[in-house]
Every structure is written in structure tokens, then in C-alpha cells.
């Protein structure tokens, strides 16, 4: 059974920094590409954030690019967002979610194509003073 | 970026009845188009993937159409457990965008 949890949200203040997890198992964790996907609340589904099964491939949402970081670690079957410099506007659950379809072709291109097989249960960000 | 609109944003409908959601895209996707069902507190639930396939394990009640700009999510016959939010996700160019949802209320 696939499973995805994440970890670490919470409460920061405007400016301040968290680093969200992911912990993926009942899957083969490097075969996928993995997405973090945000709610604000009472709001729609906002993608934020990919990267590819091997990392080569990393894409962010205008949003959030320069200030947030996914990267993943294989060994470990974990995927990670690091936020910096938050604000009010990034309130929100963040779902990790599983790549159904992405793939690798050719000499190495990435077709993104993602849809959004598995999601986790979410982790509540709230950025307030 | 590519617009996803959703209509109606809501609707009301009994158990039984046969129930349709509109998604449009502002340029044409083909058919890379995703439907979703959140229910709340939950995490969102894939139903249809590239427009018309079923994910696997979702009941056959529920079934997409469309390419290009224009699709359709059709629930057959609206079950207790249907009454949720559905969202429409493109994945044909990078950012993938969503819907606004469409809240299936009861009547």
C-alpha cells in the first residue's frame, strides 16, 4: 500500500523558515516524480513545487520560486520542502503527492506531465506574528 | 499560465441523479486533463486521469470525455459517499493548474 506522510509544519512568523518531510513507502521511491502540492484555507488546490526521480528535473510555481527548495533523497524514500522568507500568503495544508505519469525519454528529457496519483495527509503551515 | 475554469462552482442534487461538471482550459491541453475528488479534512483523491481513464479502484459511475479546451466529469448516479469537492487539473504545460472546484451538495 502506498503511503505518504508528511511532517514537519507548524507555526512561524513573517520571514521565518521551516522545513517540511515527506516519508514515502509501499512504492518503489525512485522510480517517481514527487510534487508538494498547497491549500490555503477554505481555498483550491495550488501546486507549489516537482523534481524529477532523479533530481535532474526540479520545477517551482512563480509563487514560491527563490524561496522555496524540494529535493529528495532516494536512500531514505524522503522528499523535503525547505521554506524561507515565508509570508502571510503561504498559510496553507502542504500535501506531498506522488507523479502517476512523468517520465524520462530519449537521452535523458523530461516529459512532466505530472497527475497526482497518491497524496498524503497534509501538514498545516501557518505564517502569523 | 493556463486557466483552468470550473462550472457551475457549486450544485445541489439528490441521490440517483445522473450529475455533470464543466472544465474549460484557456488553451487547448489535448487531453491532459485530471479530475479530483476532495472530501473535507481529507487529501484529494485522483478519479480520471488523461480525460477519459479511470484511476484504478474509482467506481465506474464516474467517467470523464473531452480534448482540446472543453471536458466533462459525469457521475451516472449520485451516491451518498459523491457529495464532495471536484477539482480539474491540467498537466499539459508546466505550471499544472487547477480548477476553482465544484462543490456537489446535497439537495
Known amino acids: 500500500e502506498v503511503q505518504l506522510v508528511e511532517s514537519g509544519g507548524g507555526l512561524v512568523k513573517p520571514g521565518g523558515s521551516l522545513r517540511l518531510s515527506c516519508a514515502a513507502s509501499?512504492?518503489?521511491?525512485?522510480?517517481?516524480?514527487m510534487n508538494w502540492v498547497r491549500q490555503a484555507p477554505g481555498k483550491g488546490l495550488e501546486w507549489v513545487s516537482s523534481?524529477?526521480?532523479?533530481?535532474?528535473?526540479?520545477y517551482y510555481a512563480d509563487s514560491v520560486k527563490g524561496r522555496f527548495t524540494i529535493s529528495r533523497d532516494n536512500a531514505k524514500n524522503s522528499l523535503y520542502l525547505q521554506m524561507n522568507s515565508l509570508r502571510a500568503e503561504d498559510t496553507a495544508v502542504y500535501y506531498c503527492?506522488?507523479?502517476?505519469?512523468?517520465?524520462?525519454?530519449?537521452?535523458?528529457?523530461?516529459?512532466?506531465?505530472?497527475?497526482?496519483?497518491?497524496w498524503g495527509q497534509g501538514t498545516l503551515v501557518t505564517v502569523s506574528s | 499560465d493556463v486557466q483552468m475554469t470550473q462550472s457551475p462552482s457549486s450544485l445541489s442534487a439528490s441521490v440517483g441523479d445522473r450529475v455533470t461538471i464543466t472544465c474549460r482550459a484557456s488553451?487547448?491541453?489535448?487531453?491532459?486533463l485530471n479530475w479530483y475528488q476532495q472530501k473535507p479534512g481529507k487529501a484529494p483523491n485522483l478519479l480520471i486521469y488523461?480525460?477519459?481513464s479511470l484511476q484504478s479502484g474509482v467506481p465506474s459511475r464516474f467517467s470523464g470525455s473531452g480534448s482540446g479546451t472543453d471536458f466533462t466529469l459525469t457521475i451516472s448516479s449520485l451516491q451518498p459517499e459523491d457529495f464532495a469537492t471536484y477539482y480539474c487539473?491540467?498537466?499539459?504545460?508546466?505550471?499544472?493548474?487547477f480548477g476553482g472546484g465544484t462543490k456537489v451538495e446535497i439537495k
Open positions: 488553451r487547448s491541453i489535448t487531453s491532459y
Open positions: 503527492a506522488r507523479d502517476g505519469f512523468s517520465y524520462y525519454y530519449g537521452s535523458g528529457t523530461y516529459y512532466h506531465r505530472p497527475n497526482f496519483d497518491y
Open positions: 487539473q491540467q498537466s499539459f504545460i508546466t505550471p499544472p493548474t
Open positions: 488523461g480525460a477519459s
Open positions: 523534481v524529477s526521480s532523479t533530481s535532474s528535473y526540479i
Open positions: 509501499g512504492f518503489t521511491f525512485s522510480s517517481n516524480g
